[in-house]
């Protein structure tokens, strides 16, 4: 088992709208893209930000060696309640997980 961050040249985390985060994850090669889209599932992940699994969004681009996940963010961004006007913190998140 190993942590994402091993299998990865970049993952880095944005605002996709005032109302959605997304995640993109950019492997250093084919072989780890690979390993990674077939052992890390959906739940996983929707687990791991404590949200629906229906509103997890996964794309896997193959020709890009990258696989983006979005999802809704819990405070509209810039409201009273948002602590990350620019969702930047989940990159930090996802460097952690374990495969």
Excluded: C
């Excluded at 229906?54 to 509209?76: H, T, Y």
């Amino acid at each position: 088992m190993r942590k994402l961050t091993s299998l990865t040249k970049n993952i880095r985390s944005k605002n996709a709208g005032p109302f959605w985060i997304t995640i993109d994850i950019f492997f250093k090669n084919k072989k780890n893209f690979i390993y990674v889209s077939e052992n890390l599932k959906n739940e996983k992940i929707s687990n791991i930000l404590q949200i629906d699994p229906f509103k997890l969004k996964r794309f896997d681009i193959k020709d890009l060696n990258v696989i983006k996940f979005s999802f809704p963010r819990v405070n509209i961004q810039g409201s009273r309640l948002d602590r990350d006007m620019h969702g930047a913190s989940f990159s930090t998140l996802f460097e952690q997980i374990v495969i």
